[in-house]
């Protein structure tokens, strides 16, 4: 047994962080291709986000970030950085209750209103951050949001510039 079986094990998942990472990628570049908007997964270590998709009537592609956690209750976070680069931000949960998975497509404008940040003068002053249990409550207009509609409406598709 590896060293990588063995953490695996201990987790009790038959796959690593990486996979699980790389397979929510790819589930969001699937999904919203076939939601009409073609998207694809840039490679490893790209740097800012993680999927670019090109809506149809949109000259400039969005680059969204992704940004996958198994559910867990309390101290559990969905973070990302002041600093970090993208349009859309893709939060996928995993093992939710009464769902196998849930997915948040939601524009960077709005994840910036909407997020926790800590006192400017800490060293964390740059994170942007939600329990992960909370997830569902702040962006429930949000869910399953592949048309990438701004509002999480169905409207009309507008990019968002930073």
Known sequence: MTALDESNETQGKPYTRKQMGDACEMLIAAELTLAGVPALKVPDNWPGYDVIAQPPGLNEPLRISVKSRTFKKGAAFVEYLETDTFDWLAIVLLNCP?????????????????????????????????????????????????????????????????
Not at 108 to 116: E, L, N, S, W, Y
Not at 133 to 153: C, K, M, Y
Not at 154 to 162: A, D, M, N
Request: proline share 9%.
């Open 98 to 162: 009464d769902h196998s998975r849930r997915i948040f497509l939601i524009p960077r404008a709005v994840a910036d209103a909407k997020a926790r940040k800590n006192k400017p003068t800490t060293k964390t002053a740059k994170e942007r951050y939600w329990p992960i249990d909370q997830i569902a409550d702040v962006f429930p207009e949000f869910e399953d949001n592949f048309s990438l509609a701004p509002e999480g409406d169905g409207s009309i598709l507008t990019p968002c510039k930073r």
